[in-house]
C-alpha cells in the first residue's frame, strides 16, 4: 500500500482525502472531506492488490461484509458513511471521525480508574450486544477498536474487518489468528470456530486490561507461543492482585468473561453488562 502522503488530495468517489492520520497492517487512515456536504470523516483503505487471482472474490467479499455492518445503528457503534472497491485493488470505509482517538492511546497516557474502565466498558458492551442481536460477532475486540470522542464517550468500529482481512491476506488460523493475539479466545487459538461467546473473552481481556493496566497474559513477561499456551490452560492473575481495591464481585466478573470454554462465559455481552452494573452496584 502506498505510504506518507501517497493518497492525500486524492478523490474517492464522494470523499476528498486530506490527510494520512493512521498506518499499520492493510490499513490506512485518512482525514477526508465528503462532498457536497463538506462533512469530515476517517476513511479506511485497505490494500488488496498484490492478489491478483483473488481480487474480484475479495472486492465481492469487502461489499457483501461492509453492507452488513453498515446496517448496524447503535449509540456506541462508529457510524458508516460510505463503502466501495477502487479497481479490485482496494477497499475502503468511511466513517465518523473520532477526534479523541483511541482507546489504545488512551491507554499509554494514564491509568484508568475503576470507574472509568467500566464506563468504558459499558459503551463497547451495548454497542456489542446491539450487534450480536443482529447475529454479528466483532472478531476483534481490542482497545484500537475502541474510539474516544471528545466527550470521552466510547465507539466500538470495525465489525468483521478482521475475517476479511484474513481471508484477503490467505491466512488461516492454522498458521496466523484473527484479531490480535493477546485478545484471542483459546478455541481460536485452537483453530475451532467462533461465537458470540468468543466476543466476550475479548470483552473480559478488554476490561481487565483497562483496570490492571495489562491483558491478563502479557507479552511484557513471556514470549508470545507462551503467551498463547497460557491463553489456552493458564490461569489469570486475580485483578486484587495486581490493583488492590478492585471489588471483589468485579474481579468474579472478568474471571467468568475469561473461562476456558465459551459455555462457562456469559451467553452474551448484556448479561456480562448486567454483571459488571451489579458487582459495582450501579
Known amino acids: 500500500m502506498q505510504t506518507g502522503s501517497g493518497f492525500s488530495g486524492r478523490q474517492i468517489d464522494d470523499f476528498e482525502l486530506v490527510k494520512r492520520i493512521k498506518r ?89 480508574t475503576v470507574e472509568r474502565a467500566v464506563e468504558i466498558f459499558l459503551h463497547a458492551a451495548s454497542a456489542l450486544g446491539a450487534a450480536h442481536r443482529q447475529g454479528i460477532i466483532h472478531r476483534d475486540i481490542k482497545p484500537s477498536n475502541v474510539l474516544l470522542d471528545e466527550s470521552g464517550n466510547a465507539y466500538l468500529t470495525d465489525f468483521g474487518l478482521a475475517t476479511f482481512i484474513d481471508f484477503a491476506t490467505r491466512l488461516t488460523l492454522s498458521n496466523a489468528l484473527i484479531g490480535t493475539p493477546a485478545y484471542a479466545a483459546p478455541e481460536l487459538i485452537l483453530n475451532q470456530p467462533s461465537s458470540l461467546r468468543s466476543d466476550i473473552y475479548g470483552l473480559g481481556t478488554l476490561l481487565h ?38 471489588p471483589e464481585a468485579l474481579e468474579a466478573v472478568v474471571l467468568r468473561a475469561l473461562a476456558k470454554l465459551p459455555e462457562e462465559r456469559y451467553g452474551d455481552a448484556d448479561a456480562m453488562a448486567a454483571a459488571v452494573k451489579q458487582a459495582i452496584c450501579w
Open 24 to 112: 499499520g497492517g492493510m490499513a490506512v487512515v485518512y482525514e477526508a472531506i465528503q462532498k457536497p456536504s463538506g462533512r469530515v470523516v476517517a476513511l479506511k483503505l485497505l490494500d488488496f492488490n498484490s492478489h491478483d487471482d483473488q481480487r474480484e472474490e475479495f472486492a465481492h467479499r469487502f461489499r457483501r461484509e461492509a453492507g452488513i455492518i453498515t446496517r448496524l445503528e447503535h449509540l456506541h457503534i462508529l457510524p458508516i458513511y460510505g463503502y466501495g472497491a477502487l479497481d479490485d485493488e482496494y477497499a475502503y470505509i468511511a466513517m465518523r471521525l473520532a477526534r479523541g482517538g483511541s482507546l489504545s492511546d488512551y491507554l499509554t497516557r494514564a491509568p484508568l
Open 209 to 246: 486490561h483497562m483496570i490492571a493496566g495489562q491483558t491478563p497474559f502479557s507479552l511484557a513477561h513471556m514470549t508470545i507461543t507462551e503467551m498463547l499456551k497460557q491463553q489456552v490452560h493458564g490461569v489469570p492473575p486475580p485483578l486484587r492482585t495486581l490493583i488492590p481495591g478492585v
